[in-house]
């Protein structure tokens, strides 16, 4: 079996972009991440959507899976499901634990040439002022949390995961996550500037 690439691998794989969108809740700031992902798009479109393969790469989720149906992430957040259009776009509430306000995040795929690759496009939006990158390590955007997902997923796409809960092979290495989260944090100032600068 092949080894799980380290996080570091995935950095320069994520295009990131910020931008405003309306959502449920009004106007919202927006974080945008694109990856190409070796795999077509119905089997990307399976991992993201069914309970069972989400949970080889990234949380226990149950629920009703369906459009209109709720679902929750264990100690994550919960919500609606607002649209599952298959296989190109899955629209959710996101409502984190700590917060009332309804969140969106939305991932549209998109099939590349021949269909051996899938782009997916990753977007959160959020009414809060959550997405300001703070390099001194005191506070991250929630953007930065969803890289690790991210590069779990394609490392599942890839079969080199083991067939089992991620909460069962995973192990949180704080002083790792920080140090991954100041390398992505600083790429995602880079996306932030780009923003104010056509803003």
Same mark, same amino acid.
């Given at each position: 079996?092949?080894?799980?690439?380290?996080?570091?691998?995935?950095?320069?794989?994520?295009?990131?972009?910020?931008?405003?969108?309306?959502?449920?809740?009004?106007?919202?700031?927006?974080?945008?991440?694109?990856?190409?992902?070796?795999?077509?798009?119905?089997?990307?479109?399976?991992?993201?959507?069914?309970?069972?393969?989400?949970?080889?790469?990234?949380?226990?989720?149950?629920?009703?899976?369906?459009?209109?149906?709720?679902?929750?992430?264990?100690?994550?957040?919960? #919500?609606?499901? !607002?649209?599952?259009?298959? /296989?190109?776009?899955?629209?959710? *509430? +996101?409502?984190?634990? &700590?917060? =009332? $306000?309804?969140?969106?995040?939305?991932?549209?795929?998109?099939?590349?040439?021949?269909?051996?690759?899938?782009?997916?496009?990753?977007?959160?939006?959020?009414?809060?002022?959550?997405?300001?990158?703070?390099?001194?390590?005191?506070?991250?955007?929630?953007?930065?949390?969803?890289?690790?997902?991210?590069?779990?997923? #394609?490392?599942? !796409?890839?079969?080199?995961? /083991?067939?089992?809960?991620?909460? *069962? +092979?995973?192990?949180? &290495?704080? =002083? $790792?996550?920080?140090?991954?989260?100041?390398?992505?944090?600083?790429?995602?100032?880079?996306?932030?500037?780009?923003?104010?600068?056509?803003?």
């Amino acid at each position: 079996m092949t080894d799980i690439a380290d996080q570091d691998a995935s950095i320069p794989l994520v295009e990131r972009s910020v931008t405003n969108r309306e959502i449920a809740d009004g106007p919202a700031d927006a974080v945008v991440l694109r990856r190409r992902l070796d795999a077509p798009i119905q089997d990307v479109w399976a991992a993201i959507t069914t309970p069972d393969r989400i949970d080889r790469f990234f949380l226990p989720v149950s629920g009703d899976f369906r459009e209109g149906g709720s679902y929750a992430f264990e100690g994550q957040a919960s #919500g609606r499901i !607002l649209a599952c259009d298959a /296989p190109n776009l899955l629209r959710l *509430e +996101w409502i984190p634990p &700590d917060r =009332a $306000e309804a969140d969106q995040v939305e991932v549209r795929l998109t099939a590349d040439g021949d269909d051996d690759a899938t782009w997916l496009e990753l977007e959160h939006a959020s009414v809060a002022d959550v997405f300001h990158t703070d390099l001194s390590g005191d506070k991250f955007s929630p953007a930065i949390g969803w890289e690790g997902p991210l590069h779990f997923l #394609g490392e599942y !796409l890839r079969g080199v995961l /083991p067939d089992q809960p991620s909460m *069962e +092979w995973y192990v949180f &290495d704080e =002083a $790792e996550e920080m140090r991954l989260a100041k390398l992505r944090a600083a790429e995602w100032v880079k996306a932030e500037a780009r923003h104010a600068g056509t803003s």
